[in-house]
């Protein structure tokens, strides 16, 4: 399962955010922020709390099921006047979730939180970013570990000089994603394909923003 | 015309390259006047690109600097800030100043550096930057378009001889010759058995190869390194030398251990010759060179 994986702005920044708006309608979201903990009911009326404490007057709060799904706008429809009193929407879901509500609702929206990376549970609780939606699907090479995602610079023909006992330079606790390729290789028997130089890598895939139309059948 | 560096490498003789770190700012009085201690003494100066990934003088002018004050420059470039239009195009310019040694480099995280929130670049890496150099002396660019007036370099790449895991790095090491990489400088080495072991393995390829010697400067820092540099292993006993010196030597102490180092480097030909590193103390390179019995 792959969720949006998000982390709450500091309340200085949501303040800042919210200057000159002094009454605030907040929205959860009950699906990847309610998992991370980030944007479900919890820490909306924790959220509530911390706006009220802070002088803003709260015209009211929900969690919505799914923040990104465009019939959150219509579940929202019921809370219409109190929405309408509010000066602004702080959405506690990740950044698909408020473009949602920008885009639908016609009124000023604010994010509560920053919006990571994609990431896959590899353990309960825990997420890894193993894909960037490059265009140019690699690991067909590298035994299905992405480099350009698992490897901080995104290298594509085999370790850097910062690689330190299996770790990554930036961070002793990250893998170094050219020895977790390396060993799934060596288990495979597959070494050459690390060994054949890769050429740069191409950066068209689908050029930003990606767009998609499923074809007519 | 091969490169007064080139040559130097070809004739078989030892070789010494050392390095000039650019100022931070565009007073060049320091970096000049490391360039006029040095480049009689050294075959070929490496000029730093933004080491640490920390924002400096750019190697570009540093290389520059070399070439206008007599010296012999190997200009570093790493692919942290460049895309592959910029790093083609400043391979053009360097070509045309005179300045025809380039060590090719992934170049170090960004998070490591000074401007934390940089977006970095990686591009390309250190192989492929050195395969589009060799493109590039074809007489082509990297998108397969002629090029009026083509480039002609040194090119060399770098080896952590002590890496864990060592495959992995093997790996990238060859595929760095493999596209054309002449020379090979090593991330820093103080066990020479362990490096012998190395060489070894690397004499099969067709490239030389420079020892990286880094001047220790205090315990202290040995234990740093060893902590915090990836690859680099200062032995205990050089430690307790270190730590053994008396108050106030500890240079004095790492230029022996230096010079002791390169002397036998040279005298057991381990490898094609050093490069020094002597970091943020480029005064002593002639004082190291002195101790290994080079002047
Ligand atoms: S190479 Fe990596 S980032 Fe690109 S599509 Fe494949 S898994 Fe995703
Ligand atoms: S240490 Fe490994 S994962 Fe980190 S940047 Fe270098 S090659 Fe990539």
Redesign the pocket.
Known sequence: MIRSITQQKPMEEIEHLLEGMDRIFVIGCGTCTTLTRTGGVEQVAAMAEDLSARGKVLTGTTVVPVACDNLAADILSEFGARMNQADALLVMSCAYGVQTMASQLGQMVVPAQNTLFIGKENAAGQFNE??????????GE?GGI?????CHKGLVNGPCGGTNNGKCEIDSNKDCAWTMIYNRLKELDRLDSMRTYKKPRNHL?EPGPGKFLIPAE | MPSAFKKALDSGKFVVTSEVAPSKGTNLEKMAHHVELLKDKVDAMNVTDHQSSVMRFPSLGGALLVKENGGEPILQMTCRDRNRLALQADLMFAASRGINNVLCLTGDSVMLGDHKEAKAVFDLDSSQLVAAVRTMERGKDMAGNELDGAVKFCAGAIVTPEANPIEPQLIKFEKKIEAGAEFIQTQAVYDLDNFKKFMDYARQFDAKILAGVILLTSAGMARFMNKNVAGVMVPQNLIDEMAAAPKGGALKKGIEIAGRMIAQIKEEQICDGVHIMAIGKEEVVPDIMSAAGLL
Request: with cysteine; hydrophobic share 25%.
């Open positions: 193993i894909c960037t939606q490059c265009g140019t699907c690699v690991i590298t992405c480099p350009v995602t698992t895939g």
